[in-house]
């Protein structure tokens, strides 16, 4: 059986998380997501939480060690032994070597195009739900009741501190810094795949499917 060893690319609101979700459950494997983790810690108030909070309210990237600590116990566990998808890490060059020093080959880096005005756009309207994490917009994707999760039934949806219009611009600076090199190093690694993160988020996952089909 393949295993699958497989990472998500891509600027905040690129769909990342959405994308990751689909494809952890069509190839069944794990959905490692460093934003979910940090989330959930700084939901219940832990060290690590506290830690991360007031970085990730100023859309600010979390201290490498801190990121690279919580990746490597989450890959231990026994569930990733077969693959995992990676969303939102590596965000920076010394996290992909920390990566790669953990023993770590990615089979694919999946890196989704989007533009910064598109960004700006997506993120701005984005609602999310505080007990389960679920993603919204305000016109791309609202809830089928107003302000109701539709996943949890949870009442009062939020705009994450992340996603306020002055977190919004670090998070973009941050990515154009420290991630989008990323891109180059994993093209230079033979393992980097493109794809448009634009439309239907049905269709950018069939294009991710197929991007995988020659693994
Ligand atoms: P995300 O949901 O992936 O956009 O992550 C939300 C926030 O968590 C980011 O804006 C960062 O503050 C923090 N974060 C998530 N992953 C990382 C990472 N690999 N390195 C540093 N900070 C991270």
Do not use: W
């Not at 059986?1 to 794990?30: H, N, S, V």
């Not at 490498?64 to 990746?71: A, E, P, R």
């Not at 996290?95 to 960004?119: R, T, Y």
């Not at 002055?166 to 990323?182: D, F, N």
């Amino acid at each position: 059986m393949t295993q699958y060893r497989l990472m998500m690319l891509g600027p905040p609101g690129a769909g990342k998380g959405t994308q990751a979700k689909r494809i952890a459950e069509r190839l069944d494997i794990p959905h490692v997501s460093t934003g979910d983790m940090l989330r959930e810690a700084r939901r219940k108030g832990t060290e690590l939480g506290k830690k991360a909070a007031e970085f990730m309210n100023a859309g600010d990237l979390v201290p490498d060690d801190v990121v690279i600590g919580i990746v490597r116990e989450r890959l231990e566990e026994e569930d990733a032994a077969g693959g995992f998808i990676l969303d939102g890490f590596p965000r920076t060059r010394p996290q992909a070597e920390a990566l790669a020093e953990m023993g770590v080959e990615l089979d694919a880096v999946i890196n989704i195009d989007v533009s910064d005005d598109e960004v700006i756009n997506r993120l701005g309207g984005r609602l999310s739900c505080p007990s389960c994490g679920a993603v919204y917009h305000e016109e791309a994707k609202p809830p089928s009741k107003d302000n109701i999760c539709d996943e949890c039934g949870h009442e009062g949806l939020i705009t994450r501190d992340d996603d306020r219009p002055e977190a919004i611009k670090q998070r973009l600076k941050g990515y154009h810094k420290q991630t989008a090199p990323l891109i180059e190093f994993y093209e230079k690694e033979g393992v980097l795949k493109n794809v448009s993160g634009v439309g239907d988020p049905n269709s950018v996952t069939e294009a991710i499917v197929s991007e995988l089909e020659d693994l």
